[in-house]
């Protein structure tokens, strides 16, 4: 069976760090675009960052980048979402997804496999 399952989720307090990993089960994540996705209570599920499964190019939205980093480590089947100076804002059920996609991209749709999510919560 595949399975996406994201841990590292927490309380945090504004400005602080939390790296959150995603491990895989039943595929091999190095052959798959990997992104991670958000979605807070009442609001639609929106993109975070994502990484190709070809040249490892790198994308992210506008209100992470300079402050999050994905990666992978193929030898731990794990994708990771550092994320640094976390805001209020950045509070929300935190999604891995994977997709047979030659490129990183933005839209849900596009990704096949999704895990069950972890909560980061950011404090003032």
């Known amino acids: 069976q595949v399975q996406l399952v994201e841990s590292g989720g927490g309380l945090v307090q504004a400005g602080g760090s939390l790296r959150l990993s995603c491990a895989g089960s039943g595929l091999f994540l190095g052959d798959y675009t990997m992104g991670w996705f958000r979605q807070a209570p009442g609001k639609e599920r929106e993109f975070v960052a994502a990484i190709s499964w070809i040249a490892g190019s790198t994308y992210y939205a506008d209100s992470v980048k300079g402050r999050f980093t994905i990666s992978r480590e193929n030898v731990k089947n794990t994708v990771y979402l550092q994320m640094n100076i976390l805001k209020l804002e950045d509070t929300a059920v935190y999604f891995c997804?994977?997709?047979?996609?030659?490129?990183?991209?933005?839209?849900?749709?596009?990704?096949?496999?999704w895990g069950q999510g972890t909560q980061v919560t950011v404090s003032s």
């Open positions: 997804a994977g997709g047979r996609i030659t490129s990183a991209t933005s839209r849900a749709t596009r990704y096949d496999y």
